[in-house]
């Protein structure tokens, strides 16, 4: 039942990457793509309607870990106290800059709003990718469970980590460019004109970018976290994971190339997915892995009692098959692309 | 404030007071703009529709600021309340996730339609929108509530040996009677947020002679509801609330009261300030035997002051928590004589030219906040010393790893923060009410008698 938990959790930060992925990225790339307050204003409204709800996920995704798995969820959020607070400093900065923004027209307030959006959305996708590498990396957590790690140490691997070291900076960059993408033709796809065609330019500059770096931090990762390599020897149709990640990142080019729009953004979600699943794959059976392998804690450590993890089974499927028809619904009635008239825009009054 | 503990505390007090600034209008004013919407289908008034897109603005802010001042709320529990979340994760963790999984994807999902899709969905479709986001408020709103009432009267659970809190029962946790009583009369206390909003913001256009028919709809609706609500809020919900703490938690009822000493037909308290060192109360203006008879319904029980329980049991904030329950209850006798006076105005048809009285209602819009929140401070200072009643002391429930030091840096950070939030919330609310409706243009002159506004 912990694995199947393991699993849905996943989905879920899976699901939350692909989808606020799409505005984060937009979010970084704003002043790159977007060079008149027109057009700056398309970007906003190509997210406006969605950003809420992908964020969403985030907030299931943790409740959902939190009675999944509470002692994950008490040591990993004690542990990363001081970056998750400036998550939630940079997600509350982001939120009001996308909602206050066309709230009054003036040349000083909309800027400012520009400005505080693409930087927030800038250091979250840093940030959450050096999570991510964290997680990879391992934490210095004790026999007790617990752990707290400072912001930075050496910037070495050592046994004193910090959030930030030369590792976790990598995978942070690496989140960046990957995300960057994916916010670009995810613009490309919502808009039309100079701004769709620079922001293809950006796709493309980037998924250079992603290929170098991919390659460099797969290998890296081999290294760093032995248990990846061993679970890859143990079942080796994992390597199907890698594989897709692969095809996507292939798939973009392609798309790009022959100027398919929707299908570059899936092929950009279905690298960031096969990314994601590889990690996930790699780490298994343990949730958060230590420094030192014997205090890793692992699935079976670190998931609730029998009977929440079995009643929390049906009312989560209940639950996501409504949010997944929501979900569709609004990304539909949300579709084609975000008007260029000033007042003829569906959102962003 | 030395010890992590207390900056743990004053963290997640601070955040939450914040946050509750916003979801008590959003649930409060998701119910009246059903009401402006289902009177505009039956009517088939446009002018009801055009309220309804006026309020629509003053809730969208009011909701993006709830969301993002909401997200810190799920994640304290782990960073700040490890151990808490370690031991009872597994529980309230249920009711958490819930809350992500059913409303949060409701609301966001029809929220954006209800603001931007009015057009395209057709007077019903909209209708259902708005609906949805009214239910998705609500059914969060218990989520967390049922949450709270898990730490003020557990049930549903098992205790396991090493310490740790599983489940035993979904609906136990579920249908807490706790969060039965203490849901309805927290709604009761939004609903009269929205209600006292929309009326100020109706005998604000009237008293500076603006958008006649508009102020006269939020304040025929604002009244007509809110003063519904705030005698519900009194009997049977607050009455209800007090008779469950009574039951459970009678140390808190002592210290509530500010009663010292057990005593039969017990007084209650209007006016006095507690001395805790000298276990009395200063200067005090009692009604004898009251308190007896609203808990026992006997003018002679015998009530238990906090002499009856070890000091180890005590809320460890008396005075604050005394004031907080008589500022509540105080402003709650102030509401339904507000508000009945109001219904009796607009009964007689005399409310609209009532200038004493508008400048009432205009003047009273922070006092349901601070009600509210009075009434969340009793809950939660009357809840101490636990953490989980009975089970889990507040002290043993902090991260034992985040030193004061860190927390002192991040609360300090949101205080920062959401004092610039909290101006610019003014700032747009303020322009969104001087902007006002979209004028009714079909009405020649603002010369209606205020009987065929009715």
Known sequence: MGTVWFCLVAVMVAMYVLLDGLDLGAGAIHFLVAKTEEERRQVIASIGPVWDGNEVWLLAAGGTLYFAFPMLYASGFSGFYLPLMMVLWLLILRGTSIEFRNHVDSRVWIPFWDFVFSVSSLLLAVFFGAALGNVVRGVPLDGTGYFFEPLWTNFRLSEHTGILDWYTILVGVTALAALMMHGALWIRLKTSGELAERAAKVASLAWWAILVLTALLTMITFAVQPQVAANFKTWPLGYILPAIAVAGLAGVQFELRRRGELNAFLASATYLLGMLTSVVFGVYPMVLPARNPVNSLTVASAQAGAYGLKIGLIWWVIGMTLATIYLVHVYRSFAGKVSTEKNGHSYAD | ?454
């Open chain 2, 1 to 454: 404030m030395g010890s992590a503990l207390d900056v743990h505390r004053l963290h997640f007090a601070f955040t939450i007071t914040f946050h509750y600034l916003f979801p008590q209008l959003t649930m409060g004013l998701a119910l009246l703009m059903v009401i402006l919407k289902t009177l505009a289908l039956r009517t088939r008034d446009e002018h009801y529709n055009r309220a309804a897109r006026f309020w629509a603005k003053i809730f969208g802010i009011n909701f993006a600021l709830g969301v993002v001042t909401g997200i810190p709320m799920e994640f304290q529990f782990g960073t700040n309340w490890a151990e808490f979340s370690k031991a009872a994760g597994g529980v309230i963790g249920q009711t958490l996730a819930m809350e992500g999984v059913f409303s949060f994807f409701l609301e966001s999902s029809f929220l954006g339609l209800f603001l931007y899709g009015e057009k395209k969905l057709g007077p019903i479709g909209h209708w259902w929108a708005g609906f949805l986001v009214f239910l998705g408020s609500w059914m969060s709103g218990y989520l967390i509530v049922a949450t709270d009432a898990w730490m003020q009267h557990p049930t549903g659970y098992r205790l396991l040996p090493g310490g740790e809190i599983e489940l035993a029962s979904f609906w136990g946790l579920l249908l807490n009677p706790w969060a039965l009583a203490q849901y309805a009369h927290n709604m009761l206390g939004a609903v009269q947020t929205g209600c006292f909003v929309m009326a100020a913001v109706g005998a604000f256009y009237l008293l500076t002679r603006r958008e006649p028919l508009h102020g006269r709809t939020f304040l025929r609706i604002g009244v007509t509801v809110g003063v519904i609500a705030a005698v519900l809020q009194l009997v049977p919900t607050g009455d209800l609330q007090g008779k469950m703490v009574a039951l459970h938690q009678p140390p808190t009822l002592a210290a509530m009261e500010g009663l010292f000493l057990s005593q039969q037909g017990a007084p209650i308290t209007i006016f006095g300030q507690p001395d805790v060192d000298k276990r009395r109360l200063d200067n005090p203006l009692e009604v004898p035997a009251m308190l007896s008879f609203l808990t026992y319904r006997q003018w002679q029980a015998h009530i238990r002051g906090l002499d009856a329980f070890p000091e180890d049991q005590w809320p460890d904030k008396i005075e604050l928590l005394y004031y907080s329950y008589h500022i509540m209850v105080g402003l709650g006798t102030i509401f339904i004589a507000v508000m009945g006076l109001a219904a009796l105005l607009l009964w007689r048809h005399k409310l609209y030219e009532s200038r004493w009285m508008l400048w009432v209602l205009m003047l009273s819009v922070p006092l349901p906040y601070i009600a509210n929140t009075a009434g969340w401070l009793t809950a939660e200072l009357g809840r101490q010393p636990w953490l989980i009643y009975g089970l889990m002391h507040t002290a043993h429930g902090v991260s034992p790893r985040v030193i004061a030091g860190n927390a002192w840096f991040t609360l300090l950070g949101f205080m920062g923060m959401y004092t610039v939030l909290a101006i610019l919330w003014l700032f747009l609310i303020y322009q969104e009410i001087e902007r006002g409706p979209e004028p009714d243009s079909a009405v020649p002159s603002p010369q209606v008698s205020p009987a065929s506004a009715d």
